[in-house]
Nanobody, 123 residues
């Protein structure tokens, strides 16, 4: 099994930046598709970004293209989400997830989830 722990959330003004980190429990993290999802109060959990196990392919929701970047460091068992030009509508709990190559952008494609980290963007 894989355990995931997110960090890096917080409060930031519109136009600012944050970098989220997700660290896995063991080196087999490198064999999984990794994704970021977010969920705002009263809304469904939505896809943000994903990255292939070897880091060769990345995928983004249209709402974050050009602003967010997903990356990973297999030596550190860590995946990152760099968030720039943040908007109030980016406010949500952000979740890291790991899956065994079933898909890229649906919650049911993923097997393991972190506890979530709050991102709040003020006007």
């Amino acid at each position: 099994q894989v355990q995931l722990v997110e960090s890096g959330g917080g409060l930031v003004q519109a136009g600012g930046s944050l970098r989220l980190s997700c660290t896995a429990s063991r080196r087999t993290f490198s064999s999984y598709v990794m994704g970021w999802f977010r969920q705002a109060p009263g809304k469904e959990r939505e896809f943000v970004a994903s990255i292939s196990w070897n880091g060769g392919s990345t995928y983004y929701a249209d709402s974050v293209k050009g602003r967010f970047t997903i990356s990973k460091d297999n030596a550190k068992n860590t995946v990152y989400l760099q968030m720039n030009s943040l908007k109030p509508e980016d406010t949500a709990v952000y979740y890291c997830a790991a899956g065994r190559n079933r898909g890229w952008a649906r919650p049911n494609d993923y097997d393991y989830w972190g506890q979530g980290t709050q991102v709040t963007v003020s006007s």
